[in-house]
Structures are given as C-alpha cells and as structure tokens.
C-alpha cells in the first residue's frame, strides 16, 4: 500500500507540472501584454521595458517556467533593484492588479469555497442516496418513476435558475433566510450554517439529482449479483442484505463521482458564489479571468487540479475500504 501511494503521488506531482506547463504556455502565447496593462496608455518604450524587466517577462518562457516551479518550493524574488519583492514558499506570484501574493489571496478565500463545497456534499449526499436506493429498491414501482422524473427534472434546471428561485422564495417572499453573508464557523457556527444553507440547497439539488440516477443504476446491478442471492438464500435480514452487501458495493461509482464533484466545487463554484456574493476561490477566479491576472488565474487553476487528483487518489484508497474485493 505504501508503494502503491508512493507511486501514485509522484504520478500526482507530474500531472500537476504538466497542467502548469501547459497553462503557462497559454498564457505566454495569448496576445495580452501584462506589462503594458500595467504601465498604462500613455507609457514610454523605456518604461514598458523596465516594468517587464520587474515582471521577468523579458525572460524566455523556459527560463519564466522554471522560476515559476522553483518558486513554489523554495520561495524566490520577483523583479530586481528596488522595485525587488521576495515571495516566500509556496510562491504562485504576485496580483498584476493589487499586487498580492497569490498564495495569500487563496488562503483568505479558500474557508469560503470549502464551507460552501462541505456543506453542499454532505446534502447532495444525503438527498442523492436515500432517492437513488429507495427508486432502485422499488424498482418499477409509482416511488420509483417518481422519484427518477423527479431527479430527470431538478437535474435539467440550471443552477443559476434554482439559486435564484430560492432567493425570491425563502427570503424575498416568505422570509425564512437571510440573504448569504459568508461568517467564518469559529466565530459563530449556528450563523456560518444559516448563511449558507441557500448556497448549499441551490447546488444540492442539481448535484443530488445525478447522484440518485448514478446510485440507482448501481444499486440495481448490485443486487442481481449472485453473491446477493446467495446471501438472501442464508438467511440474512434485508436490512443487512441492503446496506453491508448492496450500498457497500455499489458505492463504487459514487465515489469515483463525487472525488470529482467535490475536488472541482473546493476550487470554487463560480456561478454559485457570483450570485450569492460569496467571497471564495470561484470569485476570484472569475474576477481574474475579467481582468486578465494571470498569476491569479494559474494559481487557481493549479488549486483546482491539485484537490482534483489528491480526491482521486483518495477515492482509489477508499475503494478498497468499500469494497473489500478490491483489494485483490
């Protein structure tokens, strides 16, 4: 198991310098020019050239590359003379436009973004589950066709559309919510929770619609295996027949989805966050890509891509907890 994590970890380390690498290339290549963003329209070519100087663009992009991924493991010092700043491990550069290190702009946001993808999860969780089991347990039944229309029907509804429906009905007409303000947990957590139920509820109902779809095509191949026969034959109750041998097994696939959903929501659920006004990594994001920042831009791209694989690595290990014949 070691070996096998060990492995899997430097295959995780290649990924992410190869989406670097490609992200930094794009960058280099697009017509955009930082530097003259930066110097303003009336900028003299002797100022233009000093202010790339600062940035490193001057550099060939190997050599910007290569200072970019020392950086991130040893710290290093942008720019030269007095304008000189150094940027302290992990350094991901600094905001062409406030000119903050990137690494603190993602940490002040990144509380927000996993409060908000955590909560989300344990929902989507919970709701996707219980329908996906209970349809495929009653398979053919009026529950079942229910329930599937029902998730066919939340799942074709954008998120935007539902987010905005809830705030018209719980908190523009009968006032049950207040509207999302993002209070740390520490400070209050009953506070943190209201705050972000409506976001929770708004991506819990898309996300929950295709996890019970996912579980109950699972949960029905599942329980025509001939394992699940022979248990019933020995007698087993139904509920350990279901929960220890069906759900068990046909976890599978629902963890490989939600290693996904949830390393791509911790980078920030853009549209979510936009429309509640909620200060996480998505909204930064977004901000970024209007204004063209592009350290910002590869430091969250680099966030998002990190907690992807890292979720994929741990969905591999949990595999084997789930479903014991795995492990051979």
């Known amino acids: ?4 994590i060990g492995r899997r970890l ?6 992410l310098i190869a989406i670097a690498a490609v992200t930094f290339t794009i960058f280099y290549v697009l017509p955009s020019d930082p530097a003259a963003a930066a110097c303003g329209k009336s900028c003299s070519t002797e100022r233009l050239a000093a ?13 910007q590359f290569w200072d970019f991924l020392a950086g991130i493991f040893t710290g290093r010092t942008i720019g ?6 150094r940027c302290d491990f992990p350094c ?14 993602l940490m002040d946001r990144l509380p927000v973004s996993a409060s908000l993808a955590l909560g989300a999860a344990v929902l989507w969780l919970a709701l996707g589950l219980t329908a996906g089991v209970t349809a ?11 329930l599937m229309v029902g998730a066919v029907g939340a799942a074709s509804l954008p998120v935007y559309f539902t987010s905005m429906m809830l705030i018209y009905g719980l908190i523009r007409t009968a006032d049950l919510l207040p509207y999302p303000q993002y209070v740390p947990f520490g400070s209050d957590p009953l506070d943190w929770a209201s705050n972000l139920l409506l976001p929770w509820l708004a991506l819990a109902i898309l996300y929950a619609a295709m996890y019970a779809r996912q579980s109950r ?14 248990a019933r034959a020995k007698g087993l109750p139904r509920r350990k027949v279901v929960v220890k041998h069906g759900l068990r097994a046909g976890m599978t696939p629902i963890l490989t989805l939600f290693g996904m959903d949830l390393g791509g929501l911790l980078a920030g659920a853009v549209i979510t966050e936009s429309i509640f006004g909620l200060p996480g990594i998505g909204r930064l994001f977004y901000g970024a890509l209007s204004t063209g920042d592009q350290p910002v831009i590869l430091g969250v791209t680099l966030l998002a ?3 992807i694989v890292v979720a994929n690595l741990a969905v591999d290990l949990l595999y084997a907890v789930v479903d014991p014949r795995v492990r051979f």
Request: net charge negative; aromatic share 12%.
């Open 1 to 4: 198991m070691i070996l096998y």
């Open 92 to 105: 991901l550069g600094y905001s062409y436009e406030n000119s903050e290190a990137v690494w603190g702009l």
């Open 136 to 146: 495929a347990l009653r398979k053919d039944t009026l529950t079942d066709k229910l």
């Open 10 to 15: 430097l295959a995780v380390t290649g990924v």
């Open 305 to 307: 891509a990190a907690f």
């Open 217 to 230: 095509s699972s949960m029905i191949e599942t329980m025509a295996e001939p394992y699940i026969r022979t």
């Open 51 to 63: 202010i790339r100087a600062n940035m490193g663009l001057d550099q060939p992009i190997w050599q």
């Open 80 to 85: 030269t003379g007095q304008y000189a700043l």
